[in-house]
């Protein structure tokens, strides 16, 4: 029996041969070298993403904007996201993943380096919204290669690991480009995060193997799979995930401090550690999705929604507080990997348009969880926010639900269609 391994030296693919337990679901080898590059590439883009909230002061300072004008290189970006992972697969659809990879992580320093040189602030919005272009095709992408490079039981896991470059930025890269930003100037930091895409390109090149695909799907194969009612509603679900984040998280520092008591220098610590929960879940999601994967994700996102209720009620004692919301850390990256699967499954044949959406889902449903927050505090008081987000948690989790009914639907029908009628003699 044999197994395809990457020949460094020529930069294909080679045989070799393997005994059975090697492929066997339950012998677990490391991950392969080669999702380190991807995880690296995954981490410069979640620095890229959030390092300029923390810098916001400094950069509205040198190019002579205001906050709320600065502010704008946050929304731009998202925007991008949205916008740019759909219109870049469309365009791109046809070239070989590596290449795609390569293509993509040199569009993404190319932006990097021209945030550091931007004279102004219009030239600045323009190398943030190029950047971002790259953001959700090279996650998308990155997923979808990353299930190639393991044995089947591990595909979950292998997006698990390439989406923990995300949360790990979150912990170290953010704190620490801000740092390197409030001390050198915040040209500076989009200087690492341009060191660090190089680094990942290197890597891709050179780890990376050249996988066949074959002929790859046409685009109306891609967007036939993206519009399917199952998949739709998968984005939908991801969005909703997503939403009931970011209604929390977006004004935990404001919960922290003005309802549970901390003084606004520890918050920071509070986030570390919610970093730490959100690494933990993403990782475990991960397994428990390879293991299980709609029981894992409706467990989860019904964990999710009564842990949400339940910070209303702990906000007002600190240490219950901390505890819980580093537990809603793990369970709200938890859901992240088991998505990206459920999607490739469904998309099988064409999951490159799909998986790459996925991720514009995910960013709308970023921005909507934010205003949906808002919308609770100027209603109903900065407390009710984690009410809202519970309730959005919840519907996110009926449409699991639905999700699971309306594939259990379609395979008892599919499995009547092939019932053969028998004649009478």
């Keep these: 029996?044999?197994?395809?391994?990457?020949?460094?030296?020529?930069?294909?693919?080679?045989?070799?041969?393997?005994?059975?337990?090697?492929?066997?679901?339950?012998?677990?080898?490391?991950?392969?070298?080669?999702?380190?590059?991807?995880?690296?590439?995954?981490f410069a883009i979640g620095m890229t993403e959030f390092i300029i909230m923390g810098l916001l002061p400094n950069v509205a300072n040198d190019l002579n904007v205001s906050i709320p004008q600065a502010g704008q290189l946050i929304t731009g970006y998202a925007l991008g996201v949205a916008v740019g992972a759909p219109i870049l697969t469309v365009f791109t659809h046809k070239i070989p993943q590596k290449k795609l990879l390569v293509l993509l992580m040199c569009i993404f320093i190319i932006g990097n380096a021209l945030s550091v040189i931007a004279p102004t602030y219009g030239l600045l919005i323009s190398a943030r919204i190029l950047t971002a272009f790259a953001h959700g095709t090279f996650l998308g992408v990155g997923s979808i290669m990353a299930t190639k490079l393991v044995t089947p039981d591990r595909r979950a896991g292998a997006v698990s690991v390439v989406l923990a470059g995300l949360t790990i930025a979150n912990i170290i890269g953010v704190p620490f480009g801000t740092f390197i930003g409030q001390q050198l100037g915040w040209r500076s930091s989009f200087g690492a995060i341009t060191i660090l895409g190089v680094i990942s390109l290197f890597g891709i090149v050179r780890f990376i193997p050249v996988i066949p695909q074959g002929t790859p799907a046409n685009l109306g194969q891609q967007f036939r799979n993206l519009?399917?009612?199952?998949?739709?509603?998968?984005?939908?679900?991801?969005?909703?995930?997503?939403?009931?984040?970011?209604?929390?998280?977006?004004?935990?520092?404001?919960?922290?401090?003005?309802?549970?008591?901390?003084?606004?220098?520890?918050?920071?610590?509070?986030?570390?550690?919610?970093?730490?929960?959100?690494?933990?879940?993403?990782?475990?999601?991960?397994?428990?999705?390879?293991?299980?994967?709609?029981?894992?994700?409706?467990?989860n996102f019904g964990i999710l929604a009564v842990l949400l209720a339940v910070l209303t009620l702990t906000l007002h004692n600190p240490v219950l507080a901390v505890i819980t919301i580093f537990l809603w850390g793990v369970a709200a990256f938890g859901i992240m990997p088991g998505l990206q699967i459920r999607i490739m499954n469904m998309t099988r044949e064409a999951p490159l348009l799909a998986t790459t959406s996925s991720h514009s889902a995910f960013n709308l449903g970023n921005a909507a969880g934010a205003y949906i927050g808002g919308f609770a505090i100027t209603h109903t008081?900065?407390?009710?926010?984690?009410?809202y987000a519970a309730v959005i948690a919840a519907i996110g989790l009926i449409?699991?639900?639905?999700?699971?009914?309306?594939?259990?639907?379609?395979?008892?029908?599919?499995?009547?269609?092939?019932?053969?009628p028998v004649s009478a003699h």
């Design 399 to 420: 449409g699991l639900l639905l999700s699971l009914f309306m594939h259990d639907k379609k395979s008892s029908f599919d499995d009547a269609e092939n019932i053969q």
């Design 227 to 299: 519009i399917r009612p199952q998949v739709l509603l998968v984005l939908l679900i991801g969005a909703m995930g997503c939403g009931s984040l970011f209604a929390v998280f977006t004004y935990i520092t404001p919960m922290l401090v003005d309802i549970s008591g901390f003084a606004e220098q520890n918050v920071t610590w509070i986030l570390v550690l919610f970093g730490f929960g959100v690494t933990l879940g993403n990782m475990v999601g991960g397994r428990l999705a390879d293991w299980k994967l709609m029981p894992s994700l409706i467990v």
């Design 1 to 42: 029996m044999s197994k395809t391994n990457f020949d460094p030296s020529t930069g294909q693919l080679a045989e070799r041969k393997h005994t059975a337990q090697t492929l066997e679901p339950g012998h677990r080898k490391a991950f392969p070298l080669s999702l380190l590059c991807l995880t690296i590439g995954a």
């Design 381 to 387: 008081g900065l407390i009710s926010v984690p009410i």
